[in-house]
């Protein structure tokens, strides 16, 4: 259901954590209520795998990105109704808390995204120096892509 392969891909392809690559879930049913619970996985020299509980060792940034990981996996396997794939894909400002290697991997793995996987991504952001980053990393000429920016209330400035 989680697809945690391709999680787990996406999430290598941003690399936020140098010791915790991979991420696992586990179904609790134990108490009254059932609960999810996602683990960070390291495997140290010896062979040995250490589980983390992400929260209690994680930066904002490394949980935003093991959130974006797995509502990307989520998003690439959607589908409609009728059983046919879901093609377009919104984000609001996912790059809250990340530092510029961290955004620049994002960047790298939505260029992926569209190119070998042929989805269309509409993101927002608020943060000009992303907007900006975009438009050099993902331009009109290769990605056939188009940037709205407002310029004030009720003007939008288009440009591909």
Known sequence: YFYTPLINAIYRKIDPH???????FECDFGENKPRLQIYTLSTKDNGNEI????????????????????????????????GQSVDCIFIDDPIQSMD????????????GITLSLDKQLIVS??????HLLLQKKIPYDL????????ETFGKLKVSS
Do not use: C, G, M
């Not at 290697?101 to 260029?111: A, G, P, V």
């Not at 990605?143 to 407002?150: A, D, G, L, N, R």
């Open 18 to 24: 140098p010791d915790y690559k991979s991420i696992e």
């Open 51 to 82: 589980w983390s509980v992400p929260t209690l060792y994680f930066s904002t940034a490394q949980i935003n990105i093991l959130s974006l990981s797995i509502f990307l996996a989520r998003a690439l396997k959607t589908r409609d109704n009728s």
């Open 100 to 111: 510029s290697i961290n955004i620049l991997s994002f960047i790298d793995l939505f260029r």
């Open 125 to 130: 952001t608020h943060e000009e120096n992303f």
């Open 143 to 150: 990605f056939k892509s188009t940037f709205i920016e407002f």
